[in-house]
């Protein structure tokens, strides 16, 4: 079965950075579009970036436009989000997701990383 797995939470202080991975494994990496989302207990799932197969075309949220930056290298089979200037309000646990251009929906998700940012 298709699988995502990401990496690269933890703990950091407001104003810094982190960069998170995920790693796909029995899919054909390029034939997807990728997503980054993030959610908070008691909050709903809130979409991040997202970025084409071919990795040329990227999407933001209003919230993160200009400090986050969503890449993948094929490849590799990964999809990377470095988040820069971070905040208080960038706390949550991140997951990568995956789908096909005939999907309107993400339907292959990771297990999820917890990002925590100090105040």
């Not at 796909?24 to 991040?48: D, N």
Request: proline content about 1%.
């Amino acid at each position: 079965q298709a699988q995502l797995h990401e990496s690269g939470g933890g703990l950091v202080q407001a104003g810094g950075s982190l960069s998170l991975s995920c790693a796909a494994s029995q899919l054909t990496f390029e034939h997807y579009a990728m997503g980054w989302f993030r959610q908070t207990p008691g909050k709903a799932r809130e979409f991040v970036a997202a970025i084409t197969w071919s990795g040329e075309g990227t999407m933001y949220a209003d919230s993160v436009k200009g400090r986050f930056t969503v890449s993948r290298d094929n490849a590799k089979n990964t999809v990377s989000l470095q988040m820069n200037s971070l905040n208080s309000g960038d706390t949550a646990v991140y997951y990568c997701a995956a789908k096909t251009t005939s999907n309107s929906d993400y339907g292959i998700w990771g297990q999820g990383t917890q990002v925590t940012v100090s105040s």
